[in-house]
């Protein structure tokens, strides 16, 4: 066989010797491999380091599910406790005062977010250094900072001092209490630390592609999560877990859902927290999610907001045959926990933070630069016009 020089083409030829991704989106475009997180769209299945995510919602915690993603296997007890003690030390979770100084009053939760991280490099003695050593430290302090930075800046927004860490709460009971001051209910610690182990991981996602791309130019630890959390906040990603409390707010009683989905399916409007690239069927996320929600909406003493999903996914699925993802039901329970809209997302990236750092990891244990190519559908041969003949 004569082996083409692809100098010998012209640049057309190049570009059409090349595999060419046929739909939008890179979608069923495998781009890279990984040991980290697999889905099985068609079964509804989600795995972790081959761990079923409902096994790991069932009888794991988030800190053993952090490690199981960095270091690709579960702990045993004596690792287990020496990666929680540092994961949940007040020297790992607290914030430079510095920081805290930077939050700008009139910002979002998720600008907050994402500016925050993106200055804690500038506090990490780590940072320049790309070694797994110095990326998994640094990764533990994000970890055990995002929590604290989220809950800071709801205090601080709603004219409160910030509470600091107790090292005695796991990541999900502190994140709780330094958000209202009062240690949680055990229904709420459980259900919260359920909803971080479904959000840890979940393969070439949006935001954890952007981490990988970001990584692969050797890029440090901070760059990547920050990278992330831009792409998670779009209505499309991590942002639409908002955008469905917000619809649930519009709707209000449950029994007026079901004539409002059936006119939103009509005006053809897009619903939030259904439908997914991946999954043919249900997310396996969205039953347990589905399950919390309305154990905590019935604690709260409010099962209209779950009521109101219920209808809302059962005329999606009938009508539409698409199906809830892990964005349906998880604003329904942080809601009955007291924490407002806003602040869904940035919980989602304090779990996904998790993921993006098992990417960023293995992207740098076996690094490629990430540069596709783009089929140019624009003009080649136009002629220069100086300004003032325009
Ligand atoms: N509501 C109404 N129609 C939908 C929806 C939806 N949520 N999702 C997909 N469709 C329809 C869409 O209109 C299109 O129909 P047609 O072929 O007739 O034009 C078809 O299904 C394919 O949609 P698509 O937008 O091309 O599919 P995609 O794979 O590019 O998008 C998605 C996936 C998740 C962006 C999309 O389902 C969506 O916009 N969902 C709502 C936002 C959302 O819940 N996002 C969270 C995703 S899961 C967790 C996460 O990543 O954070």
Not at 263 to 292: C, N, S, W
Request: glycine residues 6%.
């Amino acid at each position: 066989m004569i082996q083409t020089n692809r100098f010998d083409l012209t640049p057309r030829e190049e570009i059409d010797a090349m595999s060419t991704v046929n739909k939008a989106g890179l979608e069923d475009v495998v781009v890279s491999t990984s040991d980290i997180c697999f889905i099985d769209g068609r079964e509804g299945r989600l795995i972790y380091r081959g761990y079923d995510v409902d096994d790991l919602a069932a009888q794991s915690t988030f800190e053993e599910v952090v490690y199981l993603l960095w270091y690709g296997a579960l702990p045993t007890k004596k690792e287990y406790d020496a990666f929680y003690k540092t994961l949940s030390a007040t020297a790992t979770r607290k914030l430079p005062p510095k920081l805290v100084a930077l939050l700008a009053k009139k910002t979002t939760p998720m600008e907050v977010l994402r500016t925050g991280v993106s200055a804690l490099s500038a506090f990490d003695p780590d940072d320049p250094d790309n070694s797994r050593e110095a990326e998994i430290r640094k990764a533990m302090r994000l970890t055990a900072q995002m929590p604290t930075l989220v809950a800071a800046w709801e205090r601080i927004r709603r004219g409160k001092a910030p509470i600091a860490p107790n090292p005695k709460l796991n990541l999900a009971a502190n994140f709780l209490y330094m958000m209202s001051g009062k240690k949680p209910t055990e229904l709420a610690a459980k259900t919260f630390d359920v909803a971080l182990i479904l959000h840890a991981d979940h393969e070439f996602n949006a935001s954890t592609f952007a981490a990988r791309v970001t990584a692969a130019t050797l890029s440090d630890m901070y760059s990547a999560i920050t990278s992330a959390i831009g792409a998670l906040k779009g209505p499309l990603h991590g942002g639409a877990n908002e955008q469905v409390m917000i619809m649930v707010d519009k709707i209000k009683d449950p029994a007026k859902a079901e004539t409002w989905i059936r006119k939103a399916i009509a005006d053809k409007a897009r619903i939030m927290g259904f439908g997914h690239r991946v999954y043919r069927v249900e997310d396996p996320r969205a039953k347990h999610l589905r399950r919390l929600a309305a154990e905590l909406g019935r604690q709260a003493g409010d099962e209209s907001k779950v009521k109101i999903l219920n209808t809302v996914a059962r005329v999606m699925t009938e009508e539409k045959h698409i199906y809830p993802n892990v964005d349906l039901y998880s604003g329904a329970g942080y809601a009955a926990m007291g924490i407002p809209t806003d602040q869904f997302t940035p919980i989602f990236a304090m779990s996904r933070v998790a993921g993006w750092a098992a990417h960023v990891l293995e992207q740098h244990g076996n690094n490629r630069l990430i540069r596709p190519r783009a089929e140019y559908t624009g003009a080649t041969r136009a002629t220069y016009v100086p300004i003032s003949q325009r």
